[in-house]
């Protein structure tokens, strides 16, 4: 059974930094993409950032330039290093990896969430 770890959410200041960390365990295979998502109070799930397994990237356009998404694949984890933070960045983070399965194709794990609160 894969599992994924999430760590780094709290309260900071408009401005400051925060960094989010996912592992994953239980996969007998390297993981494919990897990437975080986020969902504010009252809105969607929304896609923050990806990473592909050759770290190819992507990111929604309000956070390019001041979050940055990285992947360790010895490790199975995923980071997302975010500056520069404001209010409308408060949400719950996920985490989500695709891993490969045995017959063909790959399957979407979610972590729990963490939260992360700016104050403005």
């Known amino acids: 059974q894969v599992q994924l770890a999430e760590s780094g959410g709290g309260l900071v200041q408009a401005g400051g930094s925060l960094r989010l960390s996912c592992t994953a365990s239980?996969?007998?295979?390297?993981?494919?993409?990897m990437g975080w998502y986020r969902r504010a109070p009252g809105k969607e799930r929304e896609l923050v950032a990806a990473?592909?397994?050759?770290?190819?990237?992507n990111y929604a356009d309000s956070v390019k330039g001041r979050f940055t998404i990285l992947r360790d694949n010895a490790k199975n984890a995923v980071y997302l290093q975010m500056n520069s933070l404001k209010p409308e960045d408060t949400a719950v983070y996920y985490c989500?990896?695709?891993?490969?399965?045995?017959?063909?194709?790959?399957?979407?794990?979610w972590g729990q969430g963490t939260q992360v609160t700016i104050s403005s």
């Open positions: 990473i592909t397994s050759g770290s190819s990237t």
């Open positions: 239980g996969s007998r295979f390297s993981l494919n993409a």
């Open positions: 989500k990896a695709e891993v490969p399965r045995i017959w063909g194709g790959s399957s979407d794990y």
